[in-house]
């Protein structure tokens, strides 16, 4: 069964941790991205949050993977960890001054960001090496799982509280969770690694390896291409998402939190489902059907404008975002050796975060030139013809490039 891994009590209590850092950044990004929607109505500055979140990953995702290829991972979660305690706090002081300016929560974004980047890769390889390895899907699927359940408590302790104790409560809120987590995985769980002293060259040359890691490992290059492709122009969703509820259809703030919760939910289903998926379903197949649903989502959430209407797009959507972000971590997890895992997780996360940060800010500049029902439209018609353009090629080559390419 997919919660096979939580009998082993190490990983248990280590995904306990993670989850409860994960509601704080939960949290700390919706208040974000309600805060943003209070300092302007721009729809550039507004999709600028997320290209902020994405950016750091996108830069510093390959030089985290070869340090957590090379040195103490244990270390390298801490020390992210630490690093983005001290800018929540920061933007905490800041907001209480009453000096946030929508430039200086974008920098401050970004910062906070730097620290997720480091620690992702680490904590991604270090995870899987807590489990045996044909439960390694599986503790893929359950850090999802601990991921979204996050995603729809954050949200709503954002949501509910923001307009109550204001935004500097909740960016506490989130450095607190950063503490617990630091001391916890320093004096509990984490077990330190016992790494061989390595070389100034060694480290240069694991850099440079990993920009060419596909030429070693060439399967890997189609599930990178479509991972760029999906999470593109999916990716419009979450920029876009305050802009649609709270500026364009203008309902009220905690609405933000709740929809975002409720595509928490859809990655839930996603858990419980994905196990017997993966039994009749090959991945190719699973992030076609991807393509497919989020190419839905986008065409409609730009023409509707109730609350529940919202929540079931939502909740499609966070089940189909969720499918792609499971496969793929799972392909990455169990596919490849355990001494370039972390590299490769980089250069994941270069491509997850790239595609974010570009996707959120040309959506951002569509809405601004077209208008959102428009915007969303476009984006919608292009990956439904990504989708087709895959479909067909399964049809009428005999042999998808999926198979070719992509294990599993």
């Not at 270090?126 to 045996?132: E, G, N, Q, R």
């Not at 729809?152 to 969770?177: D, E, H, K, T, V």
């Not at 792609?324 to 895992?341: H, K, M, T, W, Y």
Request: with cysteine; aromatic share 14%.
């Amino acid at each position: 069964m997919f919660y096979s891994p939580l009998k082993n009590s190490v990983f248990r209590a280590v995904w306990l941790v993670m989850f409860f850092s994960n509601v704080g950044t939960w949290a700390h990004t919706v208040t974000s991205s309600i805060f943003i929607t209070t300092l302007t109505t721009s729809t550039i500055l507004i999709t600028l949050v997320q290209t902020a979140s994405m950016l750091p990953i996108f830069l510093f995702s390959i030089p985290a993977g070869v340090l957590a290829d090379f040195f103490d991972r244990k270390s390298i979660v801490i020390g992210a960890q630490i690093v983005m305690a001290i800018v929540a706090f920061s933007m905490a002081m800041i907001t209480f001054a009453d000096s946030m300016t929508p430039s200086l929560l974008i920098a401050t974004t970004f910062l906070l960001n730097i620290g997720l980047a480091f620690n992702q890769p680490a904590w991604q390889a270090t995870s899987s090496t807590l489990v045996p390895s044909h439960e390694i899907k599986q503790s893929a699927a359950l850090n999802n799982l601990s991921f979204n359940v996050s995603r729809c408590i954050g949200p709503a302790i954002a949501g509910y509280y923001f307009s109550q104790l204001g935004p500097a409560c909740l960016f506490i809120l989130n450095g607190i969770s950063f503490v617990v987590a630091i001391f916890v995985l320093n004096k509990k769980l984490l077990p330190k690694e016992n790494r061989t002293k390595v070389t100034f060259r060694q480290v240069r040359n694991g850099f440079l390896e990993g920009f060419f890691l596909y030429k070693k490992f060439p399967q890997i290059k189609f599930v990178f291409l479509k991972a760029i492709f999906y999470f593109l122009f999916a990716s419009s969703i979450w920029a876009l998402l305050p802009y649609i509820i709270i500026v364009y259809n203008k309902l009220p703030d905690t609405n933000l939190g709740l929809l975002t919760g409720m595509a928490g939910i859809g990655a839930i289903l996603n858990a419980y489902s994905i196990y017997y998926l993966r039994k009749r379903l090959a991945d190719h197949q699973l992030t076609t059907v991807t393509l497919f649903l989020s190419a839905i989502v986008i065409f409609f959430i730009g023409q509707v404008s109730s609350f529940s209407a919202l929540a079931l797009i939502m909740l499609l959507f966070g089940y189909s975002w969720s499918i792609a972000v499971s496969v793929f971590n799972g392909i990455l997890q169990s596919e490849f050796p355990v001494d370039v895992r972390s590299r490769l997780i980089g250069m994941y996360c270069v491509c997850f975060a790239g595609s974010q940060a570009l996707g959120g800010y040309l959506s951002g500049v569509l809405v601004h030139t077209f208008g959102l029902p428009h915007a969303l439209i476009g984006i919608a018609f292009s990956l439904f013809i990504i989708f087709s353009g895959y479909v067909l090629s399964m049809v009428f080559l005999n042999k998808t490039l999926a198979n070719q390419y992509e294990p599993g």
